[in-house]
C-alpha cells in the first residue's frame, strides 16, 4: 500500500442517501412477493367501498323500505339510520386512506407501510363499531336484535389481517428496500 493508493481520492457520495431518503438494505425491492396480494386487496376494496357507498341512496330513502306502521318507522329512525349513518361515514373514511394509500404505493413513498398499518387498524375498528351498533340494536317486540354474527366475523377477518400484515410491513426486507422515497 502505496503513497498513490491513499492519495487516490475515492467517491463516497453513494455511501451516503439523499436527505429524506433510507438506504437501500441488500436483498430484494420492488412491489412484487407478497406485496401483490396487498396491490390486489387495495383494489378490491376500493372496489367494494365504491359499490357500497353507491347503494347509499337506495338504502337511506325510508320510502323504499315501504314503512306503513310507526313501529316499523320507529325502528328505522331510532335503529337503521344511526346504523347507516355509522356505514357511510366510515366507508368514506376507509375509500380516502384507501385512495391515499394506492397512490403512496405506486409513488413508493416511505409513508405507505404507515397508511396501511392505519387502513387495518381503521378497519378493526369500523369492525367494532358496527358489532357493538348492532349489538345494542332493540327490537321492539322481538326477542332477540339483529344477528350480529356478520359483524363479528368481519372483525375476526380483520383482526386476523392485522395479525398477518402488520408484522409483515414492520420487519419486511422487501417493504423496507422499496418504500424508500
Keep these: 500500500m502505496g503513497d498513490r493508493e491513499r492519495m487516490t481520492k475515492v467517491d463516497t457520495s453513494s455511501l451516503f442517501s439523499e436527505p429524506g431518503t433510507r438506504m437501500e438494505l441488500p436483498g430484494i425491492s420492488g412491489l412484487g412477493g407478497w406485496l401483490i396480494l396487498i396491490q390486489i386487496g387495495l383494489f378490491a376494496s376500493l372496489l367494494l367501498l365504491i359499490v357500497d357507498l353507491s347503494q347509499?341512496?337506495?338504502i337511506m330513502n325510508p320510502a323504499k323500505w315501504g314503512l306503513n306502521s310507526d313501529t316499523e318507522k320507529d325502528l328505522y329512525y331510532q335503529v337503521m339510520n344511526p346504523l347507516l349513518?355509522?356505514?357511510?361515514?366510515?366507508?368514506?373514511?376507509l375509500l380516502i386512506i384507501v385512495i391515499v394509500n394506492?397512490?403512496?404505493l405506486y409513488m413508493k413513498k416511505?409513508?405507505?407501510?404507515?397508511m396501511m398499518i392505519t387502513l387495518y387498524i381503521a378497519n378493526v375498528l369500523a369492525g367494532i363499531g358496527t358489532w357493538i351498533m348492532i349489538g345494542q340494536?332493540?327490537?321492539?317486540?322481538?326477542?332477540?336484535?339483529?344477528?350480529?354474527t356478520p359483524a363479528?366475523?368481519?372483525t375476526i377477518r380483520s383482526i386476523l389481517t392485522c395479525c398477518i400484515f402488520i408484522?409483515?410491513?414492520?420487519k419486511s426486507v422487501r417493504v423496507k428496500n422499496t418504500f424508500v422515497k
Excluded: C, H, K, M
Excluded at 340494536?137 to 350480529?148: Q, S
Excluded at 408484522?167 to 414492520?170: A, C, E, I, S
Design 56 to 58: 347509499v341512496a337506495v
Design 85 to 93: 349513518w355509522f356505514g357511510i361515514i366510515s366507508n368514506v373514511i
Design 102 to 104: 394506492l397512490v403512496l
Design 110 to 114: 416511505r409513508q405507505f407501510p404507515r
Design 137 to 148: 340494536a332493540e327490537i321492539p317486540g322481538a326477542l332477540n336484535g339483529f344477528d350480529t
Design 152 to 154: 363479528r366475523n368481519l
Design 167 to 170: 408484522p409483515y410491513f414492520l
